[in-house]
């Protein structure tokens, strides 16, 4: 059948042909984008019931009330301590970090940004090496929750500079030169006008290096010293942490029951759970406002 | 009439890389009158009066070269500081742009906030002062919290224009104001610049030629860079010396 | 403006201070100390398992990539999307603790020749971890696919998938590799994962059906044991080559065309 034939004796009927295959392929498609979100589900669901009787909410917070300062609870606030001391270095940093980036060019401003990109690609391991070499045993911290809290201000920084960076990026120009029509240097501007509006994008940015922070676990294996531990932990104690805990677990089968890795492991995804929404959410909302005026 | 001119233009010449913008702009801003610059789009105006406090050179690949004189002082000397300048000769943009973040009366301050400065006569007083002189103050004084984009555009031009005198300055420039809003909110700014004549010194950019009509005292035509006539606002409109004048007025281009 | 300054030369500092480190580390009394089993097993055993995580990971992610790009309703795409997300963001002790307690004995109980600590097991979970990072990164790199290309193909006649098999997926190659670079580079440097999956002292073989050593775990089990071993400083260096070079080819991947396409 020639071209020209085809073309007039094509009707209706030829059509769902082909386009069934397309439509088969959607659906594999669909499929393959479910799989991902399906299996994590049925994981988590397989991994509550291993720890038999923990489908209930309640069940686990009793679960983790009761543990006590040396066991999860201790580990839970542990990890926030971490987490706070974390945030409160990396924070002025990765602004800090931005504010050199977007503004006026320099020397060495590419090379900046090239080792920001250099440090996302490093392992978060060998952050716990640089930890130790540099906080642990040059400076002298020792294993320490402050050692601890500067070499995850260092994981993090990126995160936070990456997100602040693009928040500056989006601050309209016009906002700057009002700025400075009124007379005010660079610095006030930014500092005034700039910095408050960029404030939602940095925001999240923190949020999500908050949820990278509490979770992470490899470099605090390095910097924590945690073969060093044959005490039970005590509140302050940098391996005293919730990922590290739940870690210490599953390694070194001992008194500690597998169920408390369990709940840990809950509290681990509840807590990204609620960050990431809680980001979601500023990001949403700073969009909205940005592209309502 | 004032003798002594506000501004005084002197041979300006502006680039932006290797294109020239201005050239050899040279005429007197008269004191407490309003001026306007008219000229068909891309001739340079706005480049002009961003020349006079010194924004033009914000932008990495400008250049200028020639005198603005305010009150006889050169405002491109290297001992003056352009945030001082821009302290006196004061400037409202196309668009509004209020700070976002702020409340109205933040908005109103911000301009004494930015440069740390205390507000003469206290911060509730000059808000007063600032909204009243833009007819804005009925409209919001039970509402000064709230945040600035909660106005109307209109409003919000208005807040940006008490925002620039909040900071007491002797100069201000304009440079379309109206553009973006509509007929009745247009009206109301013009109004307000006729209350705002013998107080300030006011160099509005338009591309409105009526406008420019109903509320200046002289008028600047402006062409491809060059300033081709500058006269009273009545005699620019009914017998323009220069022929270019006379048909952009007319209507035969731009 | 001088804080300014100090932060921003951090990450040079970092930089120059790792490498530095490692070295001083690596080299003790007087040569590069070497794993007890062998950095070339470790470095095979890394690229198995990451190479197999990758292996399952991308036509999924793939798939995946094509549905939220190009099939997909804007509101299944609304929940879709960030759920992937935060699928990646889940820390990575959970996707160690999900293979110890569950992957590893369902693949021993279905089949009883693979150990309970299996590189298997870590690549599946692995493959999870890095699925919604190709997915996303693909999305990106087709959706920077110019519509003059595809608008091209769809008025020739051809069919939405034939379009995306012939002019689309090519196209988009580069940031395809690209992404499957940084999911390989993710998972070559886990270390929670590799170290639970890892068991008592991996085999030297490249079995995945028996628990492997990598150089990660390496790290993690000297971590555990009291980071007196200096190999694990050799380990590590071996490490960031690795990483770095599947950076490097990422980014040399996206910057030859400015985009991801």
Redesign the interface.
């Known amino acids: 059948m020639t071209r020209g034939e085809s073309r007039r004796t094509v009707g209706l009927g030829s059509l769902p042909r082909r386009d069934r295959r397309g439509r088969i392929f959607a659906a594999v498609c669909l499929a393959a984008s479910l799989l991902p979100v399906v299996v994590a589900a049925l994981l988590l669901g397989a991994v509550l019931q291993t720890g038999a009787g923990l489908e209930e909410p309640r069940v686990l917070l009793e679960r983790l009330a009761g543990s006590g300062t040396q066991g999860l609870l201790g580990s839970v606030i542990g990890s926030l301590w971490l987490v706070s001391l974390c945030i409160v270095i990396a924070i002025p940093l990765g602004v800090g970090a931005a504010l050199h980036l977007e503004g006026p060019r320099r020397r060495g401003r590419s090379l900046l940004a090239l080792n920001i990109a250099n440090l996302a690609a490093v392992p978060s391991v060998l952050y716990g090496l640089i930890g130790l070499e540099l906080f642990v045993r040059a400076l002298h911290l020792g294993h320490s929750l402050a050692a601890a809290a500067l070499t995850l201000a260092l994981l993090v920084m990126p995160i936070v500079a990456v997100a602040a960076r693009s928040a500056l990026r989006a601050v309209p120009d016009e906002l700057r030169e009002a700025g400075y029509a009124l007379g005010a240097t660079p610095w006030q501007v930014t500092r005034q006008v700039v910095l408050p509006a960029a404030l939602p994008g940095i925001l999240s940015g923190a949020i999500l290096a908050i949820a990278r922070a509490f979770g992470e676990a490899a470099p605090l294996l390095m910097v924590s010293g945690l073969a060093l531990s044959s005490t039970p932990a005590q509140l302050g104690d940098p391996q005293h942490v919730l990922p590290l805990h739940v870690f210490e677990v599953l390694a070194r089968p001992g008194d500690a029951s597998q169920v408390d890795a369990i709940v840990g492991m809950v509290v681990l995804l509840g807590t990204l759970v609620v960050l990431s929404a809680w980001a979601m959410r500023l990001r949403h909302r700073h969009e909205r406002r940005r592209d309502g005026q | 009439m004032p003798s002594e001119p506000k501004l005084r233009v002197q041979d300006l010449s502006a680039w932006y890389g290797e294109r020239r913008i201005l050239d050899r702009i040279s005429f007197d801003v008269p004191a407490t009158r309003i001026t306007a610059i008219i000229g068909p789009s891309g001739c340079g105006k706005s480049t002009f009066i961003r020349c006079i ?1 010194r ?1 033009h050179e ?1 932008i ?1 690949e400008a250049r200028v070269q020639g005198r603005v004189e305010l009150e006889g002082q050169d405002v491109y000397e290297s001992s003056v500081a352009p ?5 006196r000769v ?2 409202v ?1 196309q ?1 509004p ?6 409340s109205i009366r933040d908005n109103v301050l ?2 004494l ?4 400065e205390a507000a003469p006569g206290g911060d509730d007083d000059t808000v007063e002062q600032a909204l009243r002189a833009v007819a804005l103050w009925d409209e919001v004084r039970d509402r000064l919290r709230r945040r600035a ?1 909660t106005l109307s555009a209109g409003q919000q031009q208005r807040l ?1 224009i008490a ?2 005198l909040a ?1 007491q300055p002797e100069v201000l420039l304009m440079d379309e104001p109206c553009a973006s809003l509509d007929p009745i909110a247009t009206a109301r700014v013009e109004d307000l610049l006729g209350d705002l004549r013998g107080r300030y010194t006011i160099v509005i950019v338009t591309h409105n030629m009526q406008q420019a009509a109903r509320v200046s005292d002289h008028t600047g035509f402006f062409l491809d860079g060059e300033l081709v006539e500058f006269e009273d606002t009545d005699i620019i409109f009914t017998s323009p010396g220069d022929r270019r004048t006379e048909d952009y007025i007319t209507g035969k281009f731009g | 403006m001088v804080g300014l300054r100090i932060s921003a030369a951090i990450p040079v500092l970092l930089t120059v201070a790792l490498v530095g480190l490692l070295l001083r580390g690596a080299w003790s009394m007087g040569e590069v100390v070497m794993p007890a089993a062998g950095l070339g097993s470790l470095v095979l055993g890394t690229l198995v398992v990451a190479g197999l995580a990758t292996a399952i990971a991308l036509p999924i992610g793939l798939l995946a990539a094509l549905y939220l790009g190009e099939f997909a309703l804007p509101r299944r795409r609304r929940w879709l999307k960030p759920a992937l997300e935060l699928l990646a963001g889940v820390p990575t002790i959970v996707y160690g603790l999900v293979a110890v307690m569950v992957v590893g004995p369902l693949l021993h109980r279905i089949w009883p020749s693979v150990q309970i600590h299996s590189g298997l097991a870590a690549s599946l979970v692995l493959a999870l971890m890095i699925l919604p990072t190709i997915a996303s990164l693909s999305e990106d790199a087709l959706r920077t696919v110019p519509r003059q290309l595809r608008e091209a193909s769809l008025a020739l006649g051809a069919t939405r998938l034939r379009m995306l098999w012939v002019v689309a997926l090519p196209a988009a190659r580069p940031g395809i590799v690209a992404a499957t670079m940084l999911a390989v580079a993710r998972a070559m440097g886990e270390t929670m994962i590799m170290t639970l999956a890892a068991g008592d002292g991996g085999s030297i073989g490249l079995d995945p059906l028996r628990a492997v050593e990598t150089l990660t775990s390496l790290q993690g089990r000297a971590a555990l044991r009291g980071l007196h071993d200096p190999s694990m400083y050799t380990a590590a260096m071996a490490l960031l080559v690795l990483s770095l070079m599947a950076h490097g080819i990422a980014h040399r991947l996206v910057r030859r065309r400015g985009r991801w396409s």
Do not use: I
């Open positions: 406090n924004m914000l990495p945030e001082q300048l821009r302290r004061g400037m943009f668009k742009n209020p700070f976002p973040t702020m911000a301009g906030r930015l440069t740390g984009d940006c925002r620039a900071v």
